[in-house]
């Protein structure tokens, strides 16, 4: 066949003659069998995933994860590998150090955009110290204001037992805000050999750690707590003697004994106390009866006091008597 889609034949040969109506036939194997066309690829992977899947139980599990997209496999490799690094890390124990340096993952991400802690404003505090109500609140510096929960923040905070109230605000991008209200503490009180601080209705707020309330009125004995305001009643009464009251001690829930920094102890009588204590003072001004070697001082009785000695006091007492005895009747006094 020429270009122009003609047919060549030599002249010098006979043309083949065909009857009239007469159809050519040859076998079937006889016919030419086109050549077969490559599958496109994309169907070509498919079918190597789907013969590999019927091989390996995990290919078939990665087969029913994957959706056409390729960033969702890209995704699902990333998350597969962070997986894998993460418990890693935590078998390691690479992951403890890291939060324990520089928090929890999210914080630290959260940090690294900007939304850290930078200031911290810690109003309304007295006896708290600012270092107390950070450590109470649980915010450091790996803690980042995205994440922070004010709610629970404050939960912390009044479960400090000097917190009655506390508000804990957010102020964007890298501020906080905390303000506290402290209970007061009216005095001390001590129990078994332990000694609590106490509000002003007698509820224990805390236990003593350290020297900044001593200062403070203190009580001693059952139920004395339930008594504060009546001791603190004598000692305004004492006036000028109040210095000198180390502490009172409650009785038989009926009156007060009165611990004096000299060590002697005041028994002060049921029935009108602040009287007792009044005329105490006077002798203490007058006579400076607490500095004298005695014990005890009995006021229980209106109208008599009885002091009791000490052990020395007494055995001084005692020669001086028997020395006056002596010298009285005459006799030479070594």
């Known amino acids: 066949m020429d270009g122009g889609r003609r047919l060549l034949r030599s002249l010098s040969e006979p043309a083949p003659a065909f009857s009239a109506g007469q159809i050519f036939a040859s076998p079937i194997g006889a016919l030419p069998v086109p050549a077969s066309r490559p599958l496109p690829a994309p169907i070509m992977a498919k079918e190597r995933r789907r013969r590999s899947a019927r091989r390996n139980p995990f290919g078939r599990l990665i087969g029913a994860l994957r959706v056409p997209g390729r960033g969702f496999g890209v995704a699902l490799t990333l998350t597969l590998l962070a997986g894998v690094s993460l418990y890693g890390a935590v078998r390691g124990g690479e992951y403890?150090?890291?939060v324990a340096q520089e928090g929890s993952p999210a914080d630290f991400l959260a940090r690294q955009f900007g939304f850290g802690i930078d200031a911290i404003t810690i109003s309304g505090q007295m006896e708290l110290t600012e270092k107390e109500i950070l450590q109470g609140a649980g915010?450091?510096?790996r803690t980042s204001?995205?994440?922070l929960n004010p709610a629970q923040v404050r939960e912390h905070l009044l479960a400090i037992p000097?917190?009655?109230e506390a508000t804990v605000t957010k102020l964007y991008p890298n501020?906080?805000?905390i303000a506290v209200v402290e209970r007061n503490a009216y005095a001390l009180w001590q129990k078994d050999g332990v000694i609590s601080v106490i509000a002003a209705d007698g509820a224990a707020i805390d236990t003593r750690k350290d020297s900044r309330f001593d200062n403070l009125p203190l009580v001693v004995g059952d139920e004395a707590n339930e008594h504060i305001q009546e001791f603190v009643s004598l000692l305004d009464a004492a006036g000028d003697l109040r210095a000198?009251?180390?502490?009172?001690t409650f009785i038989t829930d009926r009156r007060w004994n009165l611990t004096m920094t000299s060590g002697v102890i005041v028994k002060l009588p049921e029935d009108d106390p602040a009287s007792a204590i009044t005329q105490l003072a006077k002798l203490e001004r007058e006579q400076h009866v607490l500095d004298r070697d005695i014990i005890t001082l009995d006021m229980r009785v209106p109208g008599r006091m009885i002091a009791r000695l000490s052990e020395e006091a007494f055995a001084a007492r005692a020669?001086?008597?028997?020395h006056n005895k002596a010298k009285s009747r005459g006799r030479p006094v070594l």
């Open 244 to 248: 000198k009251i180390r502490a009172g």
């Open 145 to 147: 204001l995205l994440l």
């Open 139 to 141: 915010v450091s510096e």
């Open 96 to 98: 403890e150090a890291f």
């Open 162 to 164: 000097l917190v009655k």
């Open 319 to 322: 020669d001086m008597l028997d």
């Open 175 to 177: 501020r906080l805000s």
